[in-house]
DNA sequence: GCAAGGTC
């Protein structure tokens, strides 16, 4: 029997049904899918099944000083055991096996792993590679019938890079995290490609913050021919001969300013036409592909998390590629066939076929790993296969891929200068004359700019001369897609990797927002690591391990040459962080404190913090606590991230609760808390009253909504819930059962006698148990509207948000079209 | 529980 191993189940299966022309049979071995057809069997593994780690006796970090990593053993442990177990049975029983993993060098390593797990079991068996850089009939049919050999030095280059990796990182780590004393979930962690990456961001923070604005003025005209105006910018000549807009000095701009406003007239002295080819874009690698999607406005996480399900369903290509030029078997006429006819997709697809011969655009990236981002032709419907974001991705990716067999557009370009005196002024017009590849690919701006045809020596009219104070402005935040971008130039992790570095910065409280924005511990630990360990923090470690891995795999280095130098380099850093464990400790303590802190608490003047509760809610809490008790309550939807704003009645900076789409602007916690005010204490707190004193009390939430809550939140989260509209009256009547006072709502013509609020909310939760309905949680819905909207064949607030409020009113007695909206609303 | 790299 020969065994095949892939990188991943969906190449073995693609794999299976070429060589097998279709015929394969499939079955399911420990969870793995095996695909099997005369003789042979194919597997696919899921990258790596196997890590690597230190010996178990160095897990506790406390146990062990960091130094100590540095010349510990690194063991390979399986990871991926049910793969791992299906390999070793298929392998005892295989005469020949084929490992076709990804062609790259890591493809080479995960491929060393599976031959490892294989001699474990097989001492004889051959064991041979292939490679292909796109799964197509022709290229996999080639690969297996010229077999080669594993590249064990490739091989070996990528575990050298996993040996330094984890020793940097997980030395490096534990002696930030060790002296800072955050041991639990909020770790400190430096890695080769996370904190360059980190610098970055904290480089063009701190640029920002140095930037020292320059004023300068900036003169514009309208300029006329006939009925036609056009607008001017003034320019001059600076020292370098340069065409220069910019005028730095006040009194210049005035004078100039005077000049053209004195004149209602300029004579033209300059015309200059030409046109300018604009050439398609070249095939989507994954980066460009993050960028395009970016544009859209999907982070880079989103778009990459889209383009992996279009792929796996098999609408798109392999999404993780560096590689910008198709293979040669593509053929673009027969892949545009698939898309002739398609309702929105067909038209463009028809026009391109039009052409008498099709050349795709070549990027500058050729590699073996995966060809470019394109689709299969196999089409998804939208709304039914695919939702309406992955259809926007999808489209996308096939309106990129008919760029690139498109025509180049033809710009015309048209620069008018026109003089006043010795004053000059500039018009720049443009015009797509031929779109080209625009028809197709609508994601590039087209506009225009008119500037009328004339001709030298014509004279103009000169009206609305404007002057206008600007000052130079500093660099822009890094967006997720230029980080990528940028990650990439600088050789930073891989097309497989960079999203998610980005988000683990996210998780590891290091920047927040969208563009993302350092935080102080990151600012903290660019600089302590600058200080301490400049080359974790530099690309130059990257470039170096790049080097040093392309000698190993040409032989000219090994693996413990590489690993032993980088140890040694590592032991001198540590030699140099011995001292200034405690005051590189104290800095990071401090700037986790900054990242939380709102200003001073009103009652104590210590510092008031943003802090999170047991059950995983956010709150305001006094770092004078326990001496000082005071609370705020933040909502409970979202993380807080705190603003620069600062209110100006408490000091407090303002807080922001990201929560994706619906993020928001909360406040200063002091003024919301005041606004919302705490209603009259009702009596003590069921879970806390005895033990703790809790009070229940009627409260209003930011959002509006209202309820019965403890006053010790956040501590206590004990609540009951309250309608959200009209007043409510607290009787002197108490429930004999909970001693708390019965509660009336008033709203509209008939008080709602509410009663105790802990009766009410037993009787809500039986109701609904009952009647599975969750209609009774809209205001003014009771037992009785249920039961008629039910009759109606309302069941469910989803019912009703579908339904025609009109039709519904007739159906239903005594509720009007306007109510239901309301409900709806409110839904 | 540390990294970065595969893949889901």
Not at 61 to 85: F, S
Not at 166 to 178: E, H, P, Q, V
Not at 592 to 603: N, S
Not at 755 to 761: A, F, Q, S, T, V
Request: one cysteine or more.
């Amino acid at each position: 029997m020969e065994l095949i191993i892939t990188e991943k189940d969906n190449a073995a299966r693609r794999i299976a049904d070429i060589l097998s022309g279709g015929t394969y049979d499939s079955s399911r071995e420990n969870g793995v899918n095996v695909y099997e057809w005369g003789g042979k069997r194919c597997v696919g593994l899921s990258g790596h099944v196997v890590g690597v780690d230190f010996p178990p006796e160095y897990s506790d970090w406390r146990d062990v000083e960091p130094v100590e990593l540095i010349d510990a053993d690194v063991e390979k442990t399986a990871t991926k055991e049910n793969i791992v177990a299906t390999l070793r049975i298929l392998a005892r029983k295989a005469n020949t096996v084929t490992i076709a993993t990804d062609y790259d060098r890591e493809g080479e390593l995960i491929g060393k792993e599976a031959y490892e797990i294989v001699r474990e079991v097989n001492e004889t068996v051959p064991i041979r590679r292939v490679r292909f850089s796109s799964i197509t009939e022709n290229e996999v049919t080639d690969a297996f019938e010229n077999p080669d050999d594993i590249d064990f030095d490739l091989a070996a280059a990528g575990e050298a890079r996993q040996i330094i990796d984890l020793i940097w990182g997980a030395a490096l780590t534990r002696f930030l995290s060790l002296s800072a004393g955050q041991l639990g979930d909020d770790f400190i962690s430096v890695g080769r490609v996370q904190s360059p990456t980190l610098k970055l961001i904290v480089d063009r923070k701190r640029e920002i913050q140095a930037f020292d604005p320059e004023e300068y003025w900036e003169l514009f005209a309208d300029l006329q021919k006939d009925d036609t105006s056009f607008e001017a910018q003034y320019f001059y000549r600076d020292e370098d001969d340069n065409e220069a807009e910019r005028v730095w000095e006040e009194a210049t701009a005035e004078e100039v300013h005077d000049t053209l406003s004195s004149r209602d007239a300029a004579t033209v002295v300059d015309v200059n036409r030409r046109t300018r080819t604009d050439a398609p874009p070249a095939p989507f690698n994954t980066t460009q592909f993050i960028r395009a999607a970016g544009a859209l406005g999907y982070s880079a996480q989103r778009a990459m998390s889209i383009a992996e399900d279009l792929y796996t369903a098999g609408y798109i290509t392999y999404p993780r590629t560096d590689n910008t030029v198709y293979p040669d078997d593509l053929e673009p006429e027969e892949l545009l066939d698939e898309f002739v006819g398609h309702s929105t997709l067909g038209d463009s697809a028809e026009q391109l076929l039009e052409a008498d011969a099709l050349e795709p655009t070549r990027g500058d990236e050729e590699t073996t790993d995966h060809p470019p981002i394109h689709p299969t032709g196999e089409i998804p419907s939208r709304g039914g296969d695919v939702n309406d974001d992955e259809w926007e991705i999808y489209e996308l990716v096939v309106r990129r891929f008919y760029a690139t067999v498109a025509e180049a557009a033809v710009w015309e370009h048209l620069k008018v200068v026109a003089e006043v005196d010795d004053c000059r002024l500039k018009a720049n017009g443009k015009r797509l004359v031929e779109p080209g590849y625009h028809d197709v690919y609508p994601y590039f701006s087209t506009a225009e700019n008119y500037v009328p045809d004339v001709d030298e020596g014509e004279r103009l009219g000169l009206t609305d001369v404007e002057l206008e104070a600007k000052e130079t402005q500093p660099p822009r935040r890094y967006g997720q897609s230029r980080l990528i971008e940028t990650m990439e130039d600088q050789g930073l992790g891989t097309k497989s990797t960079r999203h998610n570095t980005l988000e683990k910065l996210y998780d590891r409280g290091y920047i927040e927002s969208d563009p993302p924005r350092p935080t102080k511990l990151a600012m903290a630990v660019i600089d302590a690591a600058e200080n301490y360990a400049d080359r974790v923090v530099s690309e130059e470690m990257t470039a170096q391990l790049e080097a040093d891995m392309d000698a190993i795999a040409s032989g000219e280095a090994t693996l413990a040459d590489v690993t032993d130098e980088s140890r040694e380099m590592l032991e001198e850093i540590f030699a140099n962080l011995a001292d200034s464990r405690e005051e590189i400790g104290d800095h990071l303590r401090k700037s986790l404190k900054d990242d939380k802190r709102l200003g001073p608490c009103p009652e104590c003047g210590e510092d008031l913090l943003v802090r999170s509760s047991r059950h995983g809610s956010y709150f305001v809490g006094c770092d004078g606590y326990p001496d000082c008790e005071f609370t705020l309550p933040l909502p409970s939807t979202g993380k807080p991230l705190i603003l620069d704003q600062e209110c100006e009645d408490h000091d407090l900076n303002e807080v922001k609760m990201l929560a994706g789409r619906q993020t928001f602007v909360h406040g200063c916690p002091l003024c919301k808390s005041e606004d919302a005010g705490e209603g009259p204490v009702l009596g003590d707190c069921p879970d806390c009253g005895d033990d703790h004193d809790g009070d229940l009390a009627v409260k209003t939430l930011q959002s509006g909504s209202r309820l019965v809550g403890c006053t010790r939140y956040p501590d206590c989260d004990y609540s009951l819930p309250l309608p959200r509209r009209g007043e409510i009256e607290v009787t002197d009547e108490r429930c004999e059962e909970h001693g708390l006072p019965e509660l009336v709502v008033h709203s509209g013509d008939d008080p709602w006698e509410l009663g105790c609020p802990i009766c009410n909310y037993q009787e809500f939760q039986a109701r609904e148990s009952e009647t599975g309905s969750d209609l009774e949680a809209l205001d003014g819905v009771g037992a009785k509207t249920v039961e008629k909207l039910s009759d109606a064949g309302i069941e469910s607030i989803d019912d009703l948000t579908d339904a025609d409020p009109e039709a519904v009113a007739e159906d239903v007695d005594g509720v009007s079209a306007d109510r239901i909206r309301t409900w709806q609303a409110e839904a």
